[in-house]
């Protein structure tokens, strides 16, 4: 496309510089002459005028002059002082430039002439003839005037002059030299026309090419032919250099992703937006490029991440020798490795030590570079992946412990039944212990069903009437003989009237169920466990109180954590799968309430479950 | 106010009581930002116990919010009420925050 564009526009101006000029230079030779014919006409226009307008003034003067001698030639007639006259003849024609001046008989002898006056009479002869008469003859170079003079009364003399009224001699120089000058001035004006000419057509074409770039805006249209002149090679050496450094800027930008520029920041955009972290490191582990999540999961901040030392953010050496590893060249499959140990040294040691210190998975790979090595490493937080792997861990192997103890007590208790069926005192025993046996089953399926539940968000409460009375029956009834073999007193203070709730009886009779448990479970033998009930204005609050091995203040938040168990010597020879108050507070919470525990260590613990009465338990009340 | 913080595993939910506005909203911020810092984003705001919010305490969850934008995530809110929903929609930020149900379905999409 370029190259098409840039053959045309160099083919349209040689057309130009070779069509036009000649037809330029004949107008402008053309031109010249009609405007030097101009000049010269105008000019001999003016000479010729200039020499009517001179001949004219020519003969007033003479005319003046002629009638003021006629004058002076009279007085001195009139006093007879004949032999002046020559003296003011020639003073005259001398002044006026006359060519001849003179005094005499009409048609007859000459009285006095101007200059030498040979021939002259000097004399008035006695007889003169009368008649004469003022003529004048103007013409083309020659004016002549003859005025009569009245000499006495014998008659008329007559005063000649005639003098020349043609222009002088510079005048027909000036009509020839005129065109001449003209023509020298064509010749020079069309001499310079020619010089200038060449760089003219270069200016035009470039003029042409700047002209069609603004609609092309491309730099191949800025090119002109070097036929044009001198200045067209090295304007195009100037278009060329511009057009090679755009041409590198443009490869340059496309081949270097990460850049400022439209796709690439477009790019790095993108980048900011994935919850994984990325880093491009360099071969010495210098970080060349870090997107949102991997400056905030490492530094905690985005400025200055950028020729960072990535040993100054991660402190895990085996991370660190990893990515050395892959920098060097050395390593070219992908490397995943785990760290809990991250942000640099004095940040590690406060991350560490808090409560669950983060744990950072970084996955990296080599980029294939000719030069050197480059490391991309995917940064990701698997913190809440790895306590849920471990938790569930926990669970597995604590959950079977748990089925099991059942389980083994059912298969002694009916092996013992069918090895000795006669014995009724033994059956009757056998098959209480397997009852209470499945219905512990019974429980801890429940549970790890419930807990599932919560775990995929399934978990929904049914709401429907819940009567108090009835559920703290069945409760009394299920734990006493436990209270009894673990020598407990437990006690159930009940106001005398207990409320008809909104809630899901199977749920609210699960938690209860799990707070008198574990109360039962964390109290030694001979300590109480008190069960009090309290209905008290829009909640119902129900305290499960006993005098147990408690609970310490750093714990009291955990034990609601799923699969935590305290960490207690006398909790870890009980068995128990962490889930039980999990549950209860998940189940208090969906009916709007929750769970408070206050405890001590050493003195006891009270849970207290907050079940809201209000609106919808008012509605169930009034019914 | 007071400011209920629990731990799922690994992330925390802050539950703040009250009224998240002008006077209490200071003490909400700080404990929120340190939060953030410490478990590296891996934060819920259960929004159950906010009895009412102002400008000053939505600005603080958006802020929250911009600032985990930035690491390609957003603030998790859960339990939000009426109040709170009503709030959001009209001032058409609801979209700036991720909105969960409960604690436990928030707390689960960190996995």
């Not at chain 1, 002209?211 to 002109?224: I, P």
């Not at chain 1, 129900?542 to 005098?547: K, R, Y």
């Not at chain 1, 507070?585 to 479950?609: C, M, N, P, Q, Y």
């Amino acid at each position: 496309m370029q190259s098409k564009t840039k053959k045309t526009s160099e083919t349209g101006s040689a057309r130009d510089s070779t069509g036009k000029a000649p037809l330029y230079s004949t107008v402008l030779a053309l031109g010249s002459f009609v405007v030097a014919s101009a000049t010269a006409a105008g000019v001999a226009w003016g000479l010729d005028a200039e020499a009517a307008s001179r001949g004219r003034a020519r003969v007033h003067e003479v005319r003046g002059a002629v009638t003021m001698l006629a004058h002076a030639v009279q007085r001195e007639v009139d006093a007879g002082q004949v032999e002046a006259l020559p003296r003011l003849l020639t003073d005259v024609a001398t002044t006026y430039d006359l060519s001849t001046c003179r005094v005499r008989v009409p048609n007859a002898a000459t009285i006095a002439e101007a200059g030498m006056g040979a021939g002259a009479l000097g004399t008035i002869p006695d007889q003169l003839p009368t008649g004469a008469r003022r003529t004048e003859e103007i013409g083309k170079t020659l004016a002549s005037f003859a005025v009569p003079v009245r000499a006495g009364s014998s008659g008329e003399l007559l005063l000649e002059v005639s003098a020349s009224v043609a222009a002088p001699w510079n005048m027909a120089l000036a009509r020839l030299g005129v065109p001449i000058v003209l023509g020298v001035g064509v010749v020079a004006l069309l001499l310079a026309q020619r010089l200038v000419a060449s760089r003219l057509r270069a200016l035009g074409a470039i003029g042409r090419a700047l002209d069609a770039s603004l609609q092309e805006r491309d730099g191949g249209a800025l090119m002109v032919s070097e036929a044009t002149g001198s200045y067209a090679k090295p304007w195009n050496a100037i278009v060329g250099e511009r057009e090679a450094l755009r041409r590198f800027a443009a490869f340059k930008e496309a081949t270097e992703p990460g850049r400022a520029g439209g796709v690439s920041s477009e790019l790095a955009a993108a980048c900011d937006v994935l919850t994984q972290g990325i880093l491009i490191l360099d071969e010495r582990l210098r970080v060349k490029y870090a997107n949102g999540a991997a400056a905030t999961l490492l530094a905690g901040k985005r400025d200055g991440m950028v020729n960072t030392d990535l040993r100054s953010l991660v402190a895990d050496s085996e991370v660190i020798g990893a990515l050395e590893g892959m920098a060097k060249g050395k390593v070219r499959q992908r490397v995943s490795v785990e760290s809990s140990r991250v942000g640099p040294q004095g940040k590690a040691a406060e991350v560490s030590g808090e409560r669950a210190g983060s744990v950072l998975r970084f996955s990296a790979r080599p980029v294939r570079r000719e030069e050197h090595g480059v490391v991309m490493v995917v940064v990701e937080d698997v913190t809440q992946q790895k306590v849920a792997d471990e938790a569930r861990n926990g669970f597995v192997a604590q959950a079977t412990h748990e089925l099991r103890t059942p389980l083994t007590n059912i298969r002694l208790y009916t092996e013992a039944m069918i090895e000795d069926s006669d014995n009724a005192e033994m059956r009757a025993k056998s098959l209480n212990v397997i009852s209470s046996e499945s219905r512990r089953l019974e429980r801890i399926v429940a549970d790890m069903l419930s807990v599932s539940e919560i775990e995929a968000g399934t978990l929904k409460i049914v709401r429907g009437d819940v009567r108090l009375d009835q559920l703290f029956d069945e409760l009394k009834e299920d734990y006493r003989a436990m209270a009894e073999d673990k020598e407990i007193n437990l006690v159930f203070e009940l106001p005398p009237k207990l409320p008809v709730v909104s809630g899901d009886r199977d749920k609210l009779a699960l938690a209860w169920h799990n707070l008198i448990a574990n109360a039962i479970k964390y109290t030694p033998a001979g300590g109480q466990v008190t069960i009090r009930a309290e209905d008290t204005p829009g909640r119902f609050l129900m305290h499960v109180i006993d005098n147990g091995i408690g609970i310490r203040s750093e714990e009291q938040e955990l034990v609601f954590d799923r699969f935590y168990r305290a960490k207690d010597n006398r909790v870890a020879n009980l068995t128990g799968t962490g889930l039980g108050l999990t549950l209860a507070r998940d189940i208090a919470r969906l009916h709007g309430g929750d769970i408070v525990l206050r405890s001590e260590i050493d003195k006891g613990s009270t849970f207290t479950f907050e079940l809201p009465t209000v609106a919808e338990g008012a509605m169930a009340r009034a019914a | 106010m007071d400011i209920g913080e629990q731990r799922f595993g690994a992330v925390t939910v802050l539950r703040p009581v009250g009224s998240l506005s002008l006077e209490e909203v200071t003490q909400f911020k700080s404990s929120l930002a340190d939060v953030m810092v410490k478990s590296l984003g891996r934060v819920v705001v259960d929004a159950s116990g906010i009895s009412y919010v102002d400008s000053r305490g939505l600005e603080v969850l958006v802020e929250a919010s911009d600032g985990l934008a930035r690491s390609g995530r957003a603030l998790r809110l859960c339990g939000v009420n009426e109040l709170l929903r009503e709030v959001l929609d009209l001032t058409e930020l609801a979209e700036r925050f991720e909105l969960y149900e409960d604690a436990n379905s928030a707390v689960r999409s960190f996995l």
